[in-house]
């Protein structure tokens, strides 16, 4: 059964700085796609960036790239250049093509604070 | 494209009422879902539509819960008789792509 973790209830970032949110999965599918999302106290899920589990590169999409490391089944968000804005829950959410079920599943969330 | 589109925004209800939430999704869009945010769950997915049929309801907490898409273009949410538990955020989501499933803005149910 596909599981997400993200071990990290919550990261304090300084401005400016980068930092890593871990993601890490588990799924007995050869193929499955990795994603991002990003929730701020508004509360609307925003999509950030997506990976395939075939895709030879790291996604990257602006200040965000995903540190796909599929042996270690980890799939990291970096975000670049923080900016008070960044300040977020974030979640990791995995879904399986091969069995075609289209259940997007999520992990716990990462709340990311700025700090100025 | 206006997006999915959810209503209400907010419902406070009282305990043993009926409740129903309402998803529209995009157009053309074949895949449905329906979530499910709390503190203490997380996201959890309750329910999905594929071309307006049930695929998966094993996330539907109980029997008091129930979902229907009798068209591509509406689904509703149902919460018969509402408990305080229940409170949550409840989000509807739609796909048709291999990545982008959006998200609608989510209604915060209050049960008293």
């Known amino acids: 059964a596909q599981k997400i973790t993200q071990t990290q209830p919550g990261m304090f970032v300084q401005e400016k700085e980068a930092v890593t949110l871990d993601c890490t999965y588990d799924?007995?599918?050869?193929?499955?796609?990795l994603f991002w999302y990003k929730q701020p106290s508004s509360g609307e899920m925003i999509f950030l960036i997506y990976?395939?589990?075939?895709?030879?590169q790291n996604a990257t999409e602006g200040r965000y790239s995903l540190n796909f490391q599929k042996a270690r089944k980890s799939a990291n968000l970096v975000i670049s250049a923080s900016q008070l804005g960044d300040s977020a829950m974030y979640f990791c959410?995995?879904?399986?093509?091969?069995?075609?079920?289209?259940?997007?599943?999520f992990g716990q969330g990462t709340t990311l604070q700025v700090k100025p | 494209d206006a997006g999915v589109i959810q209503s209400p925004r907010h419902e406070v209800t009282e305990m043993g009422q009926e409740v129903t939430l309402r998803c529209k999704p995009i157009s053309g869009h074949d895949y449905l879902f329906w979530y499910r945010q709390t503190m203490m769950r997380g996201l959890e997915l309750l329910i999905y539509?594929?071309?307006?049929?049930?695929?998966?309801d094993s996330g539907m907490p109980e029997d008091r819960f129930s979902a229907k898409m009798p068209n591509a273009s509406f689904s509703t949410l149902k919460i018969q008789p509402s408990e305080p538990r229940d409170s949550a955020v409840y989000f509807c989501?739609?796909?048709?792509?291999?990545?982008?499933?959006?998200f609608g803005s989510g209604t915060r149910l209050t049960v008293v």
């Open positions: 799924t007995s599918d050869q193929s499955y796609g």
């Open positions: 989501a739609s796909t048709a792509e291999r990545y982008g499933y959006t």
């Open positions: 539509f594929n071309n307006n049929v049930p695929i998966d």
């Open positions: 990976q395939g589990s075939y895709d030879e």
């Open positions: 959410a995995m879904r399986e093509w091969t069995s075609n079920t289209g259940k997007l599943i």
